[in-house]
């Protein structure tokens, strides 16, 4: 195969391929997890996520077996997203780079710019796209969808179109003629309607390392249904068609602690979400990371700081609570001074308790779960207090996605963080702090804050 022959110019050249819907709910995960699926069996495949994701990725990693990686032009200028792609293809030795987007290909934070879109990745990069559009009961306006598309930002490469939710033989074949007919765009496959190709939701998507088996047994579903539907030879070719990358790099994190340490990471079943880029410039501070398990082990690790993301720790509150050994051991990490650094779930394992279960009570407030989103959206905050991740006067961005809240009940505790945007714990201020703890339902990435591994690990070597 050409493959086999030239996989080093493939390497060089960063081929690569932008998965984008046309909006919400097209099938756009699980299409993009079967085709890194079925291009895997011939090809090392790096993927990535357009936005602030935790559980596609999850799905891109089973399926290619290679750590997805996000891509969130708000939180990194167009330098940093060259940087953050090349560097993990090259960290992968992966041939291939595709990126499934997030909603619909321009959709952003404002209704008529380019920042936290798919878009904006796809110009970064010089990528590129392949459009994925729902086409029930769609068939010449399939092709005003697609036109419209290409019209509205003509410097976006929109190379081809994936036809989903096709009823027949027939409808496809009509569907094809309208749009390459009328907007000289080749389709390359369309996928039938099936319940197979739905994912399950829980607010945040599925449990991961619960629903583990359930997900690989999908993806192999996902990936023999694309292998059927789309022309995957198609997609290698656009993807050989890529240009070079544009100039310009920017680093993600700053290098800044000289002092080993150890860092204990919460990482089972409970604590999943976490950017590996974070963990990466942990690694890169000097930081030996020591995962354990906030569920299964007996007592906190003999680390120098604490990192604890999010999560779900609200399905897991009764086991939680059962593990007395290791909320005590967490709390005594605390009350000792040593650093911790908690996300959202992370946050809500500090608290007194989760819906009345016992948690770690290191901030003394209750956290109870709601029917409804408490917040969603990107933020940008402020340290108004020295801390362990950052410097008072600062500012950094990040997101907030929690079906919970802290209940302070009337209490004024200390704050870290001002929001300027976003909604935090309460009256826009997000992070508890107390002695050398700081948990907030803030989630950060690194290139946002490229301070934020070189000051806790150097905390952690000083404290």
């Not at 197979?196 to 607010?203: F, I, K, L, S, Y």
């Not at 209750?366 to 207090?385: G, R, W």
């Not at 714990?425 to 591994?453: C, M, R, W």
Request: charged share 25%; glycine share 8%.
């Amino acid at each position: 195969m050409w493959y086999n022959l030239n996989k080093i110019i493939h390497y060089l050249i960063n081929m690569r391929i932008v998965l984008a819907g046309t909006g919400s709910a097209v099938g756009k995960t699980t299409i993009s997890t079967g085709i890194m699926a079925a291009l895997s069996e011939e090809y090392r495949v790096q993927p990535f996520k357009v936005g602030p994701d935790y559980i596609d990725p999850t799905y891109h990693t089973l399926a290619s077996g290679t750590n997805s990686r996000n891509l969130d032009s708000f939180f990194m200028n167009d330098a940093q997203i060259r940087w953050a792609f090349e560097r993990s293809l090259k960290i992968s030795k992966s041939h291939l780079g595709i990126i499934e987007g997030v909603r619909g290909l321009y959709e952003g934070i404002s209704p008529i710019g380019d920042v936290g879109s798919t878009a904006s990745i796809a110009k970064a990069l010089n990528a590129p796209v392949i459009l994925i559009l729902n086409s029930r009961s769609l068939v010449k306006s399939a092709a005003a969808i697609v036109l419209g598309f290409k019209k509205l930002d003509p410097t976006i490469n929109i190379r081809g179109v994936i036809l989903n939710n096709v009823k027949n033989k027939k409808h496809y074949l009509k569907t094809k003629q309208a749009v390459e007919t009328l907007t000289k765009t080749d389709v390359i496959g369309g996928m039938p309607r099936d319940d197979v190709m739905r994912v399950e939701d829980r607010h945040l998507g599925l449990v991961p390392a619960v629903e583990r088996e359930n997900i690989i047994n999908s993806i192999h579903t996902w990936r023999e249904m694309v292998k059927e539907h789309i022309d995957l030879d198609s997609i290698i070719s656009i993807m050989r068609d890529s240009k070079k990358l544009p100039e310009g790099r920017d680093d993600l994190w700053k290098v800044e602690n000289h002092k080993h340490v150890k860092i204990g990471v919460a990482m089972d079943e409970v604590f999943t979400f976490y950017y590996k880029d974070n963990l990466d410039a942990l690694e890169a501070n000097n930081a030996k990371l020591v995962y354990f398990s906030p569920i299964h082990d007996e007592g906190v690790p003999d680390v120098d700081g604490l990192y604890i993301g999010g999560g779900y720790p609200e399905i897991f509150a009764r086991e939680l609570e059962a593990n007395h050994k290791m909320r005590t051991s967490v709390r005594n990490f605390h009350l000792d001074g040593k650093p911790i650094y908690a996300e959202c779930g992370g946050l809500m394992y500090l608290s007194r308790s989760i819906n009345n279960y016992k948690m770690c009570d290191v901030f003394g407030y209750p956290s109870v779960m709601t029917k409804k989103p408490q917040a969603l959206s990107y933020i940008i905050s402020k340290a108004v207090e020295d801390n362990i991740v950052v410097n008072k006067g600062d500012i950094f961005r990040g997101h907030e996605f929690h079906y919970s809240k802290v209940n302070l009940n009337g209490a004024t505790p200390q704050f870290a963080f001002e929001m300027l945007r976003g909604r935090g714990i309460q009256d826009e201020k997000d992070g508890l702090i107390d002695k050398n703890t700081v948990a907030s339902y803030i989630h950060t990435h690194v290139a946002a804050y490229p301070f934020l591994a070189s000051n806790f690990t150097r905390n952690a070597a000083e404290i």
